[in-house]
């Protein structure tokens, strides 16, 4: 919590924590190769987002048509297993594999989770699929998915250039 | 062996992507997100003096491993245990594909609007470069996409997290509802 504080004060940490939710970091200085453990977990996810046919246009379709309980129940159980597991891990106070505090950051309110979030649901809609959605339909060969994903990499870009004049 | 080679249902595809959320929590403090990968990369490679893109990225490169062990999911399941047989989908949703032209659905996803040669077409650069360009802008705008608020942001019961997926969701009522028929019919 102290180091945490001191970095709260700094407008670095301001900056990061509106604007993007991995604001969470580990104190401790680990070579390049721990982040490997990362690409395993992405791996299990993208096996879980084809397998599960997530990453299919078809199901988002039928999500949006109501067609389908399959979607929501993928999310509404996601969120039911991570609501569990945050409570269990502020309950018992568990700590990271290297004995650090489990950080959580609340998020502000402001107008952008609004008219950023409609914006982001016609994308959504359209493309049949969120970035790691994106990530996974490329890696199962549709590689015209590139294009949606470099064009999601200019909307990031544009939206940052715009950010002060953007109502939030 | 046969589920492994049939679609995952709901009940055994979302409990594993809960519990995403607490493993990367435990393995090294991080947040589930996913978007958050794309400013990154903007970051890391066109900064262009940009406020937004002035950070220290590399402390977050742990989210570009991520996202490419996604990728490489995806790949090691398509070609090791892919979903046999084609695409099930509800035959009011195929009813109305068929109506534009959409009948094939041997894949996950529908080669007719996404793939090289529909790039070429009107539908296929709106759905493909547009749609692209909204799911970045939003996201960031909204400070997190499906995993970073739908899934993090509620499981820590986080209102403006519910506010947003509420906002995604209402999005995306509109643009298959409302906005998608005239797209197909370019």
């Known amino acids: ?168 | 062996m046969n589920w492994i080679n049939q679609p995952w249902p709901w009940y055994v595809a979302g409990p594993l992507l809960g519990l995403i959320v607490p493993a990367l929590l435990l393995i090294g403090n991080k947040t589930f997100g996913i978007s958050s990968s794309l400013r990154h990369v903007c970051a890391a490679c066109f900064p262009a003096n940009v406020k937004f893109f002035k950070y220290n990225w590399k402390k977050e490169i742990w989210n570009l491993f991520f996202v490419a062990g996604v990728s490489i999911g995806a790949l090691l399941t398509i070609s090791f245990i892919p979903n046999a047989g084609i695409v099930n989908i509800h035959p009011e949703l195929a009813s109305d594909l068929t109506k534009y032209g959409i009948t094939d659905y041997s894949g996950l996803i529908p080669s007719q609007l996404f793939s090289w040669d529909a790039l070429l077409t009107a539908r296929g650069i709106i759905m493909i470069v547009i749609g692209g360009f909204l799911v970045g802008f939003g996201s960031r705008y909204a400070g997190g996409c499906t995993s970073g608020h739908a899934i993090s942001g509620i499981s820590n019961l986080q209102l403006p997290s519910l506010i947003a997926t509420c906002c995604f969701m209402i999005g995306g009522f509109i643009m298959t509802n409302a906005i998608l028929p005239f797209i197909l019919k370019l």
């Open chain 1, 1 to 168: 919590m102290k180091i945490k504080d001191i970095n709260k004060e700094s407008g670095e940490f301001q900056q990061r924590a509106l604007d993007t939710v991995c604001v969470n970091e580990s104190h401790l200085n680990h070579p390049w190769w721990y982040n490997l453990k990362y690409v395993f977990v992405g791996i299990l996810f993208g096996i879980v987002f084809v397998k599960a046919e997530i990453i299919s246009w078809f199901r988002i379709q039928e999500m949006f048509r109501l067609e389908s309980f399959h979607m929501y129940g993928i999310i509404g159980s996601a969120i039911a297993v991570g609501m569990l597991s945050i409570f269990l891990i502020k309950k018992f106070n568990v700590k990271t594999i290297y004995g650090e505090e489990v950080e959580f950051h609340p998020k502000t309110f402001n107008k952008g989770q609004i008219f950023g979030g409609l914006l982001f649901g016609l994308g959504w809609a359209m493309t049949g699929a969120c970035p790691g959605p994106l990530f996974a339909q490329i890696g199962t060969g549709t590689t015209v998915i590139i294009v949606s994903l470099l064009s999601a990499l200019a909307g990031t870009w544009v939206y940052g250039y715009f950010r002060d004049k953007l109502p939030h």
